[in-house]
Nanobody, 116 residues
Framework: QVQLVESGGGLVQPGGSLRLSCADS????????MGWHRQAPGKQRELVAA???????TYADSVKGRFTISRDNAKNTVYLQMNSLKPEDTAVYYC??????????WGQGTQVTVSS
């Protein structure tokens, strides 16, 4: 069974940085699109950033210029570099993989808290 395991979450002060990692145990990582989503308390889960198998990326307007998604196919890992963090970035962050045929699979989530 394919698993996604996120790491790198934690508590950070406003203006600080964190880098999230998501390791994929499957065999198809390099052909999958990958994404980061987040869910704050009482809110719907939303897309933060996504990256195609070819390396093209897209971002939510709220994180453009602050967050960067990247992937290392040799390590089966996708990253989310988060800079200039704000309290409204506080959420559980989830990694998602999308197979070429559309099937999706999720990680268990990692908590990010931005607070002074």
């Amino acid at each position: 069974q394919v698993q996604l395991v996120e790491s790198g979450g934690g508590l950070v002060q406003p203006g600080g940085s964190l880098r999230l990692s998501c390791a994929d145990s499957g065999s198809f990582f390099r052909v999958n699109a990958m994404g980061w989503h987040r869910q704050a308390p009482g809110k719907q889960r939303e897309l933060v950033a996504a990256i195609t198998s070819g390396g093209s990326s897209t971002y939510a307007d709220s994180v453009k210029g602050r967050f960067t998604i990247s992937r290392d196919n040799a390590k089966n890992t996708v990253y989310l570099q988060m800079n200039s963090l704000k309290p409204e970035d506080t959420a559980v962050y989830y990694c998602k993989g999308i197979r070429p045929w559309g099937a999706e699979y999720w990680g268990q989530g990692t908590q990010v808290t931005v607070s002074s």
